[in-house]
């Protein structure tokens, strides 16, 4: 099991904060992992990443995380724009 660095789950919600094309609640970037971080992470894996069943992890050497870390250099893609929950 992998350890939440602060620093590395603030780039975490930062980009999904980033990743969300639709007027909705986002993300409080505090560095903290709970329900809403992770469900977000989930919703994210299941529509940008394409998991069947999403984990909500985010492991450097995994699928998400290149997904994620784009949002950290590049704008939102129109794709995004079928995103929603995201809270």
Same mark, same amino acid.
């Given at each position: 099991?992998?350890?939440? =660095?602060?620093?590395?789950?603030?780039?975490?919600?930062?980009?999904?904060?980033?990743? %969300?094309?639709?007027?909705? =609640?986002?993300?409080?970037?505090?560095?903290?992992?709970?329900?809403?971080? %992770?469900?977000?992470?989930?919703?994210?894996? =299941?529509?940008?990443?394409?998991?069947?069943?999403?984990?909500?992890?985010?492991?450097?050497? !995994?699928?998400?995380?290149? =997904? %994620?870390?784009?949002?950290?250099?590049?704008?939102?893609?129109?794709?995004?724009?079928?995103?929603? !929950?995201?809270?």
């Amino acid at each position: 099991m992998g350890v939440n =660095k602060k620093s590395d789950v603030l780039l975490v919600q930062e980009a999904l904060n980033r990743s %969300i094309t639709q007027p909705q =609640k986002l993300l409080k970037v505090d560095g903290l992992v709970g329900l809403l971080t %992770i469900g977000a992470i989930e919703r994210f894996q =299941k529509n940008i990443v394409g998991f069947s069943k999403p984990d909500g992890l985010v492991d450097v050497s !995994g699928k998400t995380w290149p =997904k %994620i870390a784009r949002y950290l250099v590049d704008s939102p893609p129109a794709e995004n724009k079928r995103l929603s !929950g995201f809270s």
